[in-house]
């Protein structure tokens, strides 16, 4: 039975504790809506197949696709399909905030990095995790192997404990390490400063790397929704600073909003894709943007301008 959309909201999925079983419930979500979206078959054009022409040879049909979508797809072979995939996961204290203590931050990036990992382990890919600070905290390269998946769900359920975020370290250790054209997907409350961001994802992109940002913030640090004033304390430096939210609503939306669109329009220059998320937008509609940008980016030999879409 496929799942309903109740579970597939981001605080009913969090009543399962299994991280893997959270993102196995998104993807045969997403496979099970497929068919009955104005997207049918759409998926089958991201990864390892391609639809079926008369005179191909009838073998190579993927009777499972077929079940799933009621069209002919032919399986492509290896070498024409590999996908190296490493999930850049912040892993700051900030990333612990949750204005629904059952619903952090760094639950839902793990869940959605969770979730791509699943998804494109399935089709055959190989997918790595980096969760980082201002360093490298773990690192496992990207494979498809038997334990791998389970290796990369017990990297992900690590706590964020991360003082301070720094993208530049990091992510340019990460650009040192794979020499190979892969793809990059980026998972973050985007909460620093973001000229060394910029400048490291660019250099990322200059060295061949698809990559894609999914910047993530809790609603509450949209709206600033507080009622009452109170001490509010930072989950990175620990610094406390007493605050009326009706006093200073205003301004703090205007920051956080320049803010995402500084981020956008970064990721426009460097031609990255960019993707916004509060943490009450159900997975597998991030799943779908992740493979839209990919079926995008594979269907063009020209690299084209990216589609920025903000949603909550």
């Not at 799942?3 to 605080?11: A, G, I, R, S, V």
């Not at 500084?262 to 426009?268: I, V």
Request: hydrophobic share 35%; charged share 25%; aromatic share 12%.
């Amino acid at each position: 039975m496929p799942p309903t959309p109740q579970l597939l909201d981001p605080k009913a999925l969090m009543r399962i504790r299994s991280l893997e079983m959270r993102a196995r419930v998104v993807v045969e979500g997403f496979w099970s809506g497929i068919h009955r979206s104005p997207y049918h078959g759409f998926s089958a054009e991201f990864s390892e197949y391609r639809q079926y022409t008369p005179g191909d040879d009838i073998r190579h049909i993927d009777w499972r696709v077929y079940g799933r979508s009621d069209r002919y797809y032919i399986k492509k072979f290896e070498d024409e399909t590999n996908l190296r995939c490493q999930l850049l996961v912040d892993g700051t204290r900030s990333m612990m905030y949750g204005s629904d203590p059952k619903l952090t931050k760094h639950d839902y990036a793990a869940t959605l990095a969770a979730t791509f990992g699943y998804f494109l382990m399935q089709q055959g890919d190989a997918v790595g995790v980096t969760r980082f600070d201002d360093a490298i905290r773990d690192y496992l390269p990207p494979r498809n192997r038997p334990g791998h998946l389970r290796r990369l769900m017990i990297s992900l359920e690590a706590p964020a404990e991360g003082r301070a975020t720094d993208f530049g370290t990091p992510l340019e250790r990460v650009a040192q390490i794979h020499d190979r054209r892969g793809m990059f997907v980026l998972i973050s409350d985007l909460l620093a400063p973001l000229d060394t961001l910029e400048a490291r994802l660019g250099f990322l992109r200059a060295r061949g790397h698809e990559v894609i940002v999914f910047h993530i913030l809790d609603p509450r640090e949209l709206d600033f929704e507080f009622e009452n004033a109170a001490q509010f304390t930072s989950l990175e430096s620990g610094k406390q600073h007493f605050i009326d939210p009706n006093a200073a609503r205003k301004g703090y939306c205007e920051k956080i909003k320049a803010h995402l669109e500084a981020a956008s329009a970064l990721c426009q220059r460097a031609g990255i894709d960019y993707f916004f998320s509060s943490t009450e937008r159900p997975f597998h509609l991030a799943l779908f943007e992740f493979l839209t940008a990919r079926s995008q980016r594979t269907a063009s030999p020209v690299r084209r301008k990216t589609n920025f879409q903000r949603s909550s």
